[in-house]
């Protein structure tokens, strides 16, 4: 009778048989020695620092410069605190080393639509380290439904290919950090398992522990299989729009506008974007531990987007959103093109929407929807984009909103 060579099972007992020489292998011990194989060539993987490709300061802002528009203090923080990241690594691993570099968490303070989550992805173009962007919203106390916050390095490790050295030393964007801030100071009888609870249980991963990961991501049990990860050299970058913190720096800085001085002082002072005056307590204010502000040494804003800045985004970044839409006409024969007029309108309805970059793309998409659905079964070959046609389409939308004559 047929049967496996290996676990002695007969033809009848599995999927599929295969036969050699003189045995025979079944389905199962395939898989089994599939994994076998697999655990114990990622074991023989190390980390190697010659590996890198050194990055200088410079050279990451100007690859940013091609993507992202304005924010240079933002571009500049970021592109520091990964070349201080790159040395890191290659700074030998010795007891003997007197000085040890830590590594400076970083966190970005921006309105909704400012370009936090592209600048995270545009650098992880550039990275020859593993970089994942995970999202804080889901992340809950364990126990409770929702993501435990050692989930955020399941996904650092799928990145890296379940290589450990490898990601031991990546990077950590948590966006949307703003919405695990503390609901209130006023005690209650519920949890309050999103927020507070959550930056607790991030602390261990900022400052740089070994944590228990499961591989496959979801809620830990006791007989799952873990993988330990070390934290120490793993840079976390969070970002959130912190929506209402203006007034609380504005709170902050109208008690230190008080004495002799205070007019000179209160007219030096951006009124419209006091987002540039953030500091450390404001966030205090907001919601977040002052336990985990310590852990984010490194603060930095990005500056709401201005009438200038959103035309640029518009047509100058590698992607913007008139290359994108006249490569998907070009793909079907047509040549696309926009009337100055109609990039303008198109930027003031941004402004008075108030929802930066992503207003821009929600706008045109209004506009060219019915050319994207019409034009592609037609036989024209340029198609040009002018201020009334655009004036029509949005007022088919959104009227009585936008009030188009």
């Not at 950090?177 to 100071?185: E, F, M, Q």
């Not at 400052?207 to 299989?225: F, L, T, W, Y």
């Amino acid at each position: 009778m047929e049967k496996c060579s290996f676990c002695g099972r007969t033809k009848r007992e599995t999927q599929l048989l295969i036969a050699g020489v003189n045995a025979f292998i079944c389905d199962i011990c395939i898989n089994q020695a599939h994994e076998i194989l697999h655990k114990e060539t990622h074991k023989q993987k190390s980390f190697d620092p010659k590996n890198l490709t050194l990055l200088k300061p410079q050279q990451i802002k100007a690859h940013l410069d091609q993507y992202v528009i304005g924010q240079e203090m933002a571009k500049r923080t970021l592109s520091v605190a990964v070349y201080n990241h790159y040395k890191r690594l290659v700074q030998p691993d010795s007891e003997q080393e007197e000085v040890e570099i830590e590594k400076s968490n970083i966190i970005l303070v921006g309105q909704t639509g400012t370009g936090k989550t592209l600048l995270a992805k545009t650098i992880a173009r550039v990275l020859n380290v593993p970089f994942t962007i995970v999202d804080a919203t889901v992340l809950t106390e364990a126990g409770y439904v929702g993501e435990d916050v050692e989930s955020l390095l399941t996904r650092l490790l799928q990145v890296a290919d379940y290589d450990v050295p490898s990601a031991e030393r990546g990077i950590v964007f948590i966006d949307e950090i703003d919405k695990i801030a503390r609901k209130g100071d006023n005690p209650s009888i519920t949890r309050d398992v999103s927020g507070e609870g959550v930056q607790q249980g991030l602390l261990k991963l900022l400052e740089g522990s070994i944590v228990n990961v499961p591989p496959q991501g979801g809620r830990k049990h006791p007989d799952q299989a873990t993988i330990a990860i070390n934290t120490k050299n793993i840079l976390f970058i969070c970002g959130g729009a912190f929506d209402g913190i203006e007034k609380h720096i504005g709170n902050r800085m109208n008690t230190k506008l008080v004495g002799y001085g205070a007019s000179k002082e209160n007219q030096k002072v951006d009124r419209k974007n006091l987002i540039r005056y953030v500091a450390p307590q404001d966030l205090k204010s907001f919601g977040l531990i002052p336990e985990i502000i310590g852990r984010l040494p490194v603060l930095s804003h990005l500056m709401p987007l201005d009438r200038e800045a959103l035309r640029n985004i518009l047509t100058e970044p590698k992607n913007s959103i008139i290359k994108q839409y006249v490569k998907l006409f070009a793909m079907d024969g047509i040549k696309l093109s926009f009337d100055d007029d109609t990039l303008d309108y198109i930027v003031d309805k941004a402004l008075e929407f108030k929802l930066g970059a992503r207003g821009l793309r929600s706008i045109c998409e209004e506009i060219m929807i019915d050319a994207m659905f019409e034009l592609p079964t037609q036989k024209l070959k340029t198609f040009k984009v002018t201020l009334d046609y655009a004036m029509q389409k949005l007022s088919d939308t959104f009227d009585p909103m936008l009030k188009v004559a």
